[in-house]
């Protein structure tokens, strides 16, 4: 079976930093300042990397060192690496600093308008250096890169058995029609009355498209789909154009203006029975960052104030 990293390798790496300090600086002394180890050390790392290599890597030049034809050509072949090794431990040492590390956060498409930027506008100002990474996609697409370890949370509806959760809240599913459509004027709509319309939906790998398919289906008919469109803003103005009726999560535009479920082009209509869907936060089998941890908790904190139906 082969090695990952030959012996040879995994020796020599911890005296690599050495000798790119000194390669750079031109000077054992200065290197060894820029590294904070006493000279004497930086000279036995560099000693022992060339007995490694078996080949000289300094030259003496003036009060300084060069390097030789070997030790230029190590340097220009091991140089990149060195730096992008160094970059790796920073930002790994910096994401486990609660103050400035970094968050790759998603959300759902109906909480972008205000739930979710309402909350990171308050861990932000509470946490100003922490740095994000914003994904907003559907929930399956969400909980899949969860668990592939492509974000560290995720506020997901509705959220999935296989991953570690905290209950947020609920989001309530009306049935939205034109002004002009003939059950504008209701107060409450059973789906069985919907036999006969056309839906504007969302495709089928969307929560929402597979509860409108079963919630028809228990009712005993299957829904006539004219247009699918993941976009919901998209969605309620085709229904508003009188395109079709749609089931969808109360707008949190409308929410935060301050008006009720109708607006001057869409009517939004409870549905008898069960109509909610479950919001929670989720994140990966595995111990967090204390960033992600601070952020973890703001939300659960804080949901109540800003997520529909909050805990």
Same mark, same amino acid.
């Given at each position: 079976?082969?090695?990952?990293?030959?012996?040879?390798?995994?020796?020599?790496?911890?005296?690599?930093? /050495?000798?790119?300090?000194?390669?750079?600086?031109?000077?054992?002394?200065?290197?060894?300042?820029?590294?904070?180890?006493?000279?004497?050390?930086?000279?036995?790392?560099?000693?022992?990397?060339?007995?490694?290599?078996?080949?000289?890597?300094?030259?003496?030049?003036?009060?300084?060192?060069?390097?030789?034809?070997?030790?230029?050509?190590?340097?220009?072949?091991?140089?990149?690496?060195?730096?992008?090794?160094?970059?790796?431990?920073?930002?790994?040492?910096?994401?486990?600093?609660?103050?400035?590390?970094?968050?790759?956060?998603?959300?759902?498409?109906?909480?972008?308008?205000?739930?979710?930027?309402?909350?990171?506008?308050?861990?932000?100002? /509470?946490?100003?250096?922490?740095?994000?990474?914003?994904?907003?996609?559907?929930?399956?697409?969400?909980?899949?890169?969860?668990?592939?370890?492509?974000?560290?949370?995720?506020?997901?509806?509705?959220?999935?058995?296989?991953?570690?959760?905290?209950?947020?809240?609920?989001?309530?599913?009306?049935?939205?029609?034109?002004?002009?459509?003939?059950?504008?004027?209701?107060?409450?709509?059973?789906?069985?009355?919907?036999?006969?319309?056309?839906?504007?939906?969302?495709?089928?790998?969307?929560?929402?498209?597979?509860?409108?398919?079963?919630?028809?289906?228990?009712?005993?008919?299957?829904?006539?789909?004219?247009?699918?469109?993941?976009?919901?803003?998209?969605?309620? /103005?085709?229904?508003?154009?009188?395109?079709?009726?749609?089931?969808?999560?109360?707008?949190?535009?409308?929410? /935060?203006?301050?008006?009720?479920?109708?607006?001057?082009?869409?009517?939004?209509?409870?549905?008898?029975?069960?109509?909610?869907?479950?919001?929670?936060?989720?994140?990966?089998?595995?111990?967090?960052?204390?960033?992600?941890?601070?952020?973890?908790?703001?939300?659960?904190?804080?949901?109540?104030?800003?997520?529909?139906?909050?805990?």
């Amino acid at each position: 079976m082969d090695q990952w990293v030959s012996s040879d390798l995994a020796e020599m790496v911890p005296l690599l930093a /050495a000798f790119d300090a000194a390669a750079m600086e031109g000077h054992i002394t200065h290197a060894a300042a820029a590294l904070s180890v006493p000279q004497s050390s930086l000279s036995r790392r560099l000693k022992m990397l060339e007995q490694i290599l078996g080949v000289a890597l300094f030259q003496p030049a003036g009060r300084g060192v060069a390097l030789t034809a070997a030790g230029r050509d190590l340097h220009e072949r091991t140089h990149g690496a060195i730096r992008e090794l160094d970059d790796a431990v920073h930002v790994v040492r910096s994401n486990a600093d609660p103050e400035s590390g970094s968050v790759r956060f998603g959300f759902p498409l109906t909480l972008g308008p205000v739930s979710v930027p309402s909350l990171l506008a308050e861990f932000h100002e /509470a946490a100003p250096r922490i740095r994000f990474g914003l994904v907003q996609a559907h929930g399956e697409a969400l909980c899949a890169m969860v668990r592939e370890g492509r974000l560290d949370l995720a506020v997901v509806i509705p959220p999935p058995d296989d991953l570690p959760v905290v209950h947020l809240g609920t989001q309530r599913i009306l049935l939205y029609v034109a002004p002009s459509h003939p059950f504008a004027e209701r107060t409450q709509i059973d789906l069985a009355d919907l036999a006969a319309e056309h839906f504007i939906a969302n495709p089928p790998v969307y929560h929402l498209r597979r509860l409108l398919d079963t919630w028809c289906k228990d009712a005993g008919f299957v829904p006539r789909v004219a247009f699918e469109i993941g976009e919901f803003e998209t969605a309620r /103005a085709l229904v508003a154009q009188g395109l079709g009726v749609a089931l969808l999560p109360a707008s949190e535009r409308s929410a /935060a203006s301050g008006s009720d479920m109708s607006r001057d082009d869409l009517v939004g209509i409870p549905l008898t029975g069960h109509r909610d869907r479950d919001i929670g936060l989720i994140r990966g089998n595995h111990r967090p960052t204390p960033a992600v941890a601070r952020l973890h908790d703001h939300i659960v904190r804080r949901a109540g104030a800003f997520v529909p139906g909050g805990r």
